[in-house]
């Protein structure tokens, strides 16, 4: 029986075929009711990890447990997974209307949650999704995958077409959700705007390995008293910061063949 909503990861590596590694050795330990930044460049293993977590991919035996369970091993429904397979689903760009798309994936079953998820992301249930805006089709898509309670939710950067706005909005509501319900989230994302005090730990990963983790208050208290020349919240400089020193670290990008990590 699943129990709370505990993110745990002990010593996790995944092989890609052909390639030396995904992710290696990663530990992880994400309490209930938090709100994890997954933080890295492109090819950084987020993607992997995130797929990992929610039984999309195989992991080894005892290396993930989420709500005390393997999630490729036990059903999960109340673990959401919200990337790139969900993001491209060609169902959003016919010609069906928002309700009839609601309805579809139980908006009938969760009325108020329906109600407040069209509210919050400002969606008018009498659009069209084929004559819509990219924007417009991604908030109906994230009131779609939203819909249904969730206890674990993995996001992996599906805000990229939200107006600030929207975003903000969504992202206080998301942080409703952990502070009144008993629920956990991971984020990947490239985008920082607004996501000060927002996650209560951050993760960095850097070629499929986790480099920094810990809670937002400890990784951070570094930049206490610092102030930014650049205008970026404290969160963007230190994001920045550890991408700088990973391109230096990584160096040129190598062809596939070579003796070289991978990562999705």
């Known amino acids: 029986m699943p129990s709370t909503p505990r993110i745990r990861v002990n010593d996790l590596t995944f092989t890609f075929p052909g390639y030396p590694t995904g992710v290696r050795n990663v530990t992880l330990d994400l309490p209930p009711r938090s709100r994890t930044l997954l933080i890295g460049a492109n090819g950084s293993g987020k993607t992997t990890l995130l797929r990992l977590l929610s039984g999309k991919r195989l992991a080894p035996p005892k290396t993930i447990e989420i709500c005390g369970v393997d999630p490729f091993q036990e059903i999960l429904d109340s673990v959401t997974y919200l ?37 919050m992301l400002d969606i008018d249930t009498s659009w069209r999704l084929h004559a819509v805006s990219d924007g417009e089709r ?84 570094p930049l206490n008293g610092v102030v930014s020349q650049t205008g970026n919240s404290q969160l963007g400089e230190l994001a920045l910061r550890w991408l700088e020193e990973d391109l230096k670290i990584r160096g040129v990008r190598r062809k596939p063949g070579h003796d070289t990590l991978l990562t999705l």
Not at 83 to 97: A, F, K, S, T, Y
Not at 98 to 103: A, D, T
Not at 140 to 168: F, K, N, Y
Not at 196 to 205: D, E, N, Q, S
Request: net charge negative.
């Open 83 to 119: 990337g790139l397979e969900w993001i491209n689903n060609p169902i959003v760009r016919h010609d069906i209307g928002v309700e009839e798309l609601l309805s579809s994936v139980g908006g009938n079953a969760y009325p108020e949650r329906r109600d407040v998820l069209v509210a």
């Open 138 to 221: 991604r908030r109906v898509q994230l009131a779609m995958g939203l819909l249904r309670p969730w206890t674990v939710l993995l996001l992996d950067e599906i805000t990229v077409d939200l107006d600030l706005l929207s975003r903000s909005d969504f992202l206080a509501w998301l942080k409703c959700e952990t502070e009144q319900r008993d629920c956990t989230i991971v984020y990947a994302t490239h985008i920082f705007d607004n996501l000060a005090g927002w996650p209560t730990h951050l993760v960095h990963m850097n070629l499929g390995t986790v480099k920094e983790c810990g809670t937002a208050e400890d990784v951070m208290q």
